[in-house]
């Protein structure tokens, strides 16, 4: 009898090591929350204006007349860094034709600043967030530059 309770103990220990939420888990599961309505914000009044014209700090890479890139404040990889357009634009959902050379600038910027702190060789990986489903939790178009480890896949 005993046995028998030490094996379902072990078997619940096991169990539990594997389906508890890891802090990677509770991160993303934030962001996801975050993103609920988010499609409502105008980007003016979000953090991204409010560092873009230098009233709150940010750990900044790279700036140019079209854009920034900084330290997310919320990494989630050894290397994670946020580009983003210094005119704000909501997502994706609002892009048009008159967006591209922003958005080739962005993604010339990313490949840059990968060199910059030396994740180009090894890999990184560049993640676009949109609207509720794409767990977009600042509505201000923004490249997730991550790096530093191995990534997942499938990574949703």
């Known amino acids: 009898m005993l046995a028998r309770l030490s094996h379902t103990f072990r078997a619940r220990a096991v169990a539990w090591t594997f389906l508890r939420p890891s802090p990677l888990t509770r991160a993303m599961s ?3 929350s ?16 409010k560092i873009v014209n ?24 050894p290397t ?5 357009p210094k005119t704000p634009l ?20 990313a490949a840059k ?9 090894s890999g990184y990986r560049l993640v676009v967030n949109e609207g509720e489903d794409g767990a977009q939790s600042v509505r201000w178009l923004h490249i997730h530059l991550m790096g530093g480890r191995q990534m997942k896949w499938p990574p949703g």
């Open 34 to 49: 975050k993103a609920v309505g988010v499609r409502a914000i105008k980007p003016q009044s979000t953090i991204f204006q």
């Open 54 to 77: 230098k009233e709150i700090p940010a750990t900044i890479l790279h700036e140019d007349d079209k854009c920034l890139a900084f330290k997310d404040v919320n990494p989630v990889a």
């Open 90 to 109: 909501g997502g994706m959902s609002d892009v048009t034709p008159e967006h591209a050379e922003v958005l080739g600038h962005l993604m010339v910027t």
């Open 80 to 84: 994670h860094i946020l580009v983003i």
């Open 30 to 32: 934030d962001e996801v």
């Open 113 to 121: 600043v990968a060199r910059d702190v030396g994740v180009d060789e």
